[in-house]
């Protein structure tokens, strides 16, 4: 059975800093892409990350390019989203999600975790 289980979610003031991390088990964690996604509630979800299999090629959404970044260790079955500079507008629940064939779009991604609530006041 495959799980994903996200975990470094909470409450940040403005400009502060959080990690996400997502551990992996019941798949072969090298042979996905990770992305990870975002959603408020009555929203669609959005797209936020996506790393490679091998975690050389990254992709962000620009209302996240250079304050975030994605990182994976195979070897630990984690991914990790680093969340710098961090403001309200970025207050959803954070999931992330594995996939052969990804991209920005939730329906090209195959196991979800449940979800990790990250609030930034102001």
């Known amino acids: 059975q495959v799980q994903l289980v996200e975990s470094g979610g909470g409450l940040v003031q403005a400009g502060g800093s959080l990690r996400l991390s997502c551990a992996a088990s019941?798949?072969?964690?090298?042979?996905?892409?990770m992305g990870w996604f975002r959603q408020a509630p009555g929203k669609e979800r959005e797209f936020v990350a996506t790393?490679?299999?091998?975690?050389?090629?990254?992709y962000y959404a620009d209302s996240v390019k250079g304050r975030f970044t994605c990182s994976r260790d195979n070897a630990k079955n984690t991914v990790d989203l680093q969340m710098n500079s961090l403001k309200p507008e970025d207050t959803d629940v954070y999931y992330c999600?594995?996939?052969?064939?990804?991209?920005?779009?939730?329906?090209?991604?195959?196991?979800w975790g449940r979800g990790t609530q990250v609030t930034v006041s102001s």
């Open positions: 790393i490679s299999r091998s975690g050389v090629g990254t």
């Open positions: 999600a594995a996939g052969w064939v990804t991209g920005t779009k939730p329906a090209n991604y195959n196991y």
């Open positions: 019941g798949l072969t964690f090298s042979s996905y892409d």
